[in-house]
């Protein structure tokens, strides 16, 4: 699968460039997505009633569709574990407020998870494919997977693939309250959106030459043989992987394995949150296309990164790998 | 070389049984799972029936795990019992480290409980136990179930409103297909909750008396809860004295024309049944019968009848909706009516469309639904069909599998 197009929401400057050159840091372990004018692509009217998740999506489909010189889309595939928070707080908290009375739809509505997804083919009138994941920390991952049968099936030229999540006040309260949010592990927020092509354009950023995932894998040698196989089914030696854009704490499992690759920490950047390897895989795709500002803010020293692991696991749980290829 | 796929277990739970056997009982008496509310805490009582399990919370948690006190959500409890029955049913095959897929559809997760959290933690931030949201997530439940089964390959959950669980056995087929997964359990979980009931009474689309799908006079849909599960299994790992079927075709779409309401020519549902229809290599005139989405709403019974004119002309197979029997389970509804799907093949019986009268003016009047039960039919393909908010659409082709 080929990288055509990227939209990137994010607490860093990512929409309208690659990576702005001031670097933002957290705040009381909290990210906050830098957010672009909305107006621009969505009609006023339609804006006031659309939760930052759905705006977020939108603006990233939108630069994403947009970089791909706007091709037809054959499938639209969102994952998103915390869904549109917002709209789901809205509800629940006038039905609890108002006693079950006096409720309006809108919020709703726009609370089921599938709201972006349903959006994005509202917006561009497109009746194809429409799918969206949540599960956890590998929503995004699952979205990935979906997309490869799509292309293995025959079925697509070109699909939208997106990773979503959004903050809101009442979730930070919660996410600390439940010693998630620490000073030196923040949480996060991000909308990234790719377009993913069976096809090498000359726009192409990179291609994707491995996804996969890992359900609570019974020790470490299950997960490094899992990564081992996956850069093997990429059709890479384990030298060639130039990079590992870890999301652990404790990177040691991916140093060990790949002890040639440098290992760079993509949540400095980004922050926890469940689609946080979609900001990973959006802007690993800038370095590989040889993104100077990017490789600077992940601290990367290769001159020219080839293929990057991007490894993430949550609690043990839920394990992604990915691998990014230059084309 | 793509794979066949087989189904070789059922597993269901719903207001009408909390298996197959009572859910087959109930069927053949016509005994639907209507009824006034009884579990659920809400100011709409006795206003708006439900289709409610009817087991408490401790009492789901003795079938589950064996014990009423464990904690979980109403959604994880259901989720576990009717894909515990699917997994056993189909002979409890080996789980292949991390060739055994499990998928599950499921639109509010654990909202039964994060609605009680949410009651104390309005009042104050600091109150409640905060252990009740890390249950939250449409996740949790699927990943109790794989833990229930011991599974570690892939695990995922899809939410796309009422045709998440349709969208599962679509992505486990697919898995299996090109070799990546050797099985799957795949279906869906939605429990009741305030959320849901309040959401859908204030979009006015609840029926207050019992529902009447497919009728002149319908007034909407009864909400119901429950889980349905059915087992995948490649040709080359499934049992042949397992084989209860065979999924054959299935589509998606988006009807890409209102966040809630459908398109009054049923745009996404005709895309999503000629998709099914010819993934499965088949005419639509081969279809025996159509398990129709049939909510019972004014906007879901006309636009998915026009659909259905439009793939079938003027010879509308023998269809009916299911869901007057178990109320619309959201999430659930493709798993439930998956597993309809798959004992009707097998048992070569229909099912009757509850308290149908008058047919669909604007649907010319011919649109009638089976109203009995029939047994000793020659079923050879269903069509399944799942329409949810958002606009998505899927429908699924199931096929008998007969030894000769």
Known sequence: ?327 | MAKRIFITGTGIISSIGKNLTETLDNIKTSNSGVDKIQYLKTIHNPNIPLCEVKFSNRELAKMAYGNTERKASRTSLLGIIAAQEAWRTAGSPELGDGRTGVFSGNTVGGMDLTELFYADFMQDELAGDIKTMLTHECAESTERIADSLGATGMVSTISTACSSSANTIMLGARMIKHGLLDRAIVGGVDSLTKFTVNGFNVLQILDHQYSQPFDQNRRGLNLGEGAGFIVLESEDTAKPESILAELVGYANSNDAYHQTASSPDGTGAYLAMKGAIETAGITPDKIDYVNVHGTGTNNNDLSEGFAMQRIFDEKIPKFSSTKAFTGHTLGASGGIEAVFSVVALQKGIIYPNLRFETPIEDLGGKMIPETQLLENQNLNYILSNSFGFGGNTSSLVFKAFKDS
């Open chain 1, 1 to 327: 699968m080929y990288i055509n197009g990227i939209g990137n929401i994010s607490p860093q400057n990512t929409y309208d460039q690659t990576m702005g050159e001031g670097l933002v840091a957290s705040e009381n372990a909290f990210f906050v997505c830098q957010e672009p004018q909305y107006k621009q692509f969505i009609q006023k009217k339609l804006l006031r009633r659309m939760s930052r998740a759905v705006r977020m999506g939108l603006a990233v489909a939108h630069k994403a569709l947009e970089e791909a010189k706007n091709p037809a889309i054959d499938g639209i595939i969102t994952g998103t574990a915390w869904g549109c928070v917002k709209d789901t707080e809205k509800f629940l908290e006038t039905i609890i407020e108002n006693n079950e009375q006096y409720l309006t739809p809108t919020a709703f509505v726009q609370s089921t998870h599938n709201t972006v997804a349903g959006q994005i083919a509202l917006m561009h009138h497109n009746n194809c494919y429409n799918m969206t994941y949540v599960q956890g920390a590998v929503s995004f991952e699952s979205a990935l997977i979906d997309a490869s049968l799509l292309f293995m099936d025959g079925k697509a030229k070109n699909v939208l693939v997106a990773g979503i999540d959004e903050q809101t006040d009442r979730l930070k309260i919660l996410l600390k309250r439940l010693s998630c949010a620490q000073g030196n592990h923040p949480m996060g927020e991000g909308a990234a959106c790719f377009v993913l092509s069976d096809q090498n354009k000359e726009n192409s950023y990179a291609k994707i030459t491995a996804v996969n995932m890992l359900y609570r894998p019974k020790d470490k040698d299950i997960v490094k043989n899992s990564i081992l196989r996956e850069i093997k089914n990429a059709g890479l030696e384990l030298a060639d992987i130039d990079v590992v854009m870890s999301g652990n704490t404790d990177a040691s499992l991916e140093q060990n394995l790949i002890p040639d690759a440098q290992v760079v920490a993509y949540k400095k950047l980004c922050g926890e949150y469940p689609t946080s390897t979609a900001f990973a895989m959006a802007v690993g795709a800038k370095v590989i296309h040889g993104d100077a500002n990017t490789k600077i803010a992940l601290g990367i020293n290769n001159a020219n990164p080839e293929n990057i692991l991007i490894y993430n696991q949550h609690q043990n749980i839920n394990h992604s790998i990915i691998i990014l290829s230059k084309v």
